[in-house]
């Protein structure tokens, strides 16, 4: 089936670890984004890419890193620079066409950090 | 600044309608988009409207209003399955999504 797997699913990570966050798409789509969930918040965007090789920052990218060596993977590197990691992060691709910004989430990943 | 704006939460009964309203200030505007997510669920696209109107699917419909910067969504005929989160996010002059803080919707029998 096609969809967008994102692993793990919860992850519990120590201060000053670094941790990555894994997105594997088979929807053959070329956009892929990150973006972070907090309660009371809405959805903001880490990093995202509209092809392979290519990456740009988005609103809160300080303290993440991400890369685009395939299409279908998009990881993300949560690294000890980031200062309140705690929180539910989605990844998403987005269909081409007339509706940009119809996005197909993957099931997210939850990071907590003790 | 760009900001949206949606009610935290609201509470229904099953069998009812209820409106969510959404107000968005952008920088450009290339169209509304609402999604539905369960509680620790992915979000789920719902709808999106570029032009003035309401647009139906079923038991769900979206209205836009551009010129107030405004839109809603309608559920009808509420199942207890509609208990979710639903957000609201507007697509700005460089396509990116502005996503507001979603309204959790209660659904009571």
């Known amino acids: 089936d096609g969809g967008i797997t994102q692993s793990p699913k919860y992850l519990f990570r120590k201060e000053g670890q670094n941790v990555t966050l894994s997105c594997e798409q088979n929807?053959?789509?070329?956009?892929m984004y990150w973006y972070r969930q907090d309660p009371g918040q809405g959805l903001r965007l880490i990093y995202y890419s509209q092809i392979v090789n290519d990456f740009q920052k988005g609103d809160i990218a300080e303290g993440y890193s991400v890369s685009r060596e395939k299409k279908e993977s998009f990881p993300l590197t949560v690294t000890s620079a980031q200062k309140n990691p705690t929180a539910f992060y989605l990844c998403?691709?987005?269909?081409?066409?007339?509706?940009?910004?119809?996005?197909?989430f993957g099931e997210g990943s939850r990071l907590t950090v003790l | 600044g760009q900001n949206i704006d949606q009610p935290t939460e609201m509470t229904a009964t099953e069998g009812a309608i209820v409106q969510i309203n959404c107000t968005y200030q952008?920088?450009?505007?290339?169209?509304l988009f609402w999604y539905q997510q369960h509680a620790g669920e992915a979000p789920t696209f719902l709808s999106y409207?570029?032009l003035d109107g309401l647009e139906e699917k079923g038991r769900f419909s979206s209205f836009l209003s551009r010129s107030k910067g405004y839109s809603y969504l309608l559920l009808k005929e509420l199942q207890m399955k509609d208990s979710a989160s639903y957000l609201c996010?507007?697509?700005?002059?460089?396509?990116?999504?502005?996503w507001g803080a979603g309204t959790k919707l209660i659904i009571k029998p």
């Open positions: 929807l053959n789509h070329d956009a």
């Open positions: 996010a507007a697509s700005d002059s460089n396509y990116q999504l502005i």
């Open positions: 998403a691709t987005e269909e081409p066409g007339l509706e940009a910004g119809e996005l197909f």
């Open positions: 409207n570029v």
């Open positions: 952008t920088s450009g505007f290339n169209g």
